[in-house]
């Protein structure tokens, strides 16, 4: 048996929104759009909300992408009739896949962990587009520390549904009481834990975070690398939490 870490990928390792402003910026200014910072924070917001849609099942992938690039050219005063909104989208995920960014202390933090846990088995679960979560793990170096990556782009459920959970444990094929969850957001990582019934750690905790504990059943918390680092390493001794 192994300790089978599950980790979250963006803002957990990897910093998705430096990585996406990047990108936007590239793909809205080869298409002649003028880019400005309130765009960035134009597209982050209104694609938070579409992905909160996604997790409720509400909408597509496919309309998520749609909707996201066709309200930004707007908001760019750019003219939809002139621009192939997907293409546009499989750009801007492919111009992210080469251009990943670490959360900061995020490679030696896994460094130290596998080499103190020498029977830890790293994993990514990420709800995402595949080739931009495997582009961004490569090009930062993180694909060294992992033994399997979940995304569920390719797996065809998003977290936290229990189908997600089902094809990861699966694959892990060890005893639930030798997995935990390590994840920033409350809606996908912690939910998905809670009802799979796995171990989980909310990394960046904020917010009310008593009440956010009790309600999605959270078993730790913590708000750096070293903290993260302390509470793996007490899981992984104890061998299970509490
Ligand atoms: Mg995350």
Known sequence: MHH?????????????????????????????????????????????LLWLELEKGNISRTELFIKRFSDIIEYCGGDLTNIDVLQLNNDFILTMSRNGVLMDGALEFMRRLTSDIPDARCYIISNGATVNAEGRIKTTGLDKYLTKI?????????????????????????????????????????LGARNAGLTSVWFMPSGDIPSACLKYDINYCASSFNELYDVLLKWAHKGKCN
């Open 4 to 48: 089978n870490f599950l980790f979250d990928l963006d803002q957990t390792l990897l910093d998705f929104h430096a990585s996406e402003r990047k990108a936007l910026e590239i793909v809205l200014t080869d298409c002649g759009l003028n880019y400005t910072e309130g765009c960035y924070e134009h597209f982050k917001e209104y694609n938070k």
């Open 150 to 190: 979940y995304i569920s782009e390719s797996m065809g459920v998003n977290k936290p549904s229990s189908d997600f959970f089902d094809i990861v444990l699966d694959g892990v094929a060890e005893p639930k009481d030798a997995c935990i969850v390590i994840g920033d957001s409350l809606t996908s990582d912690m």
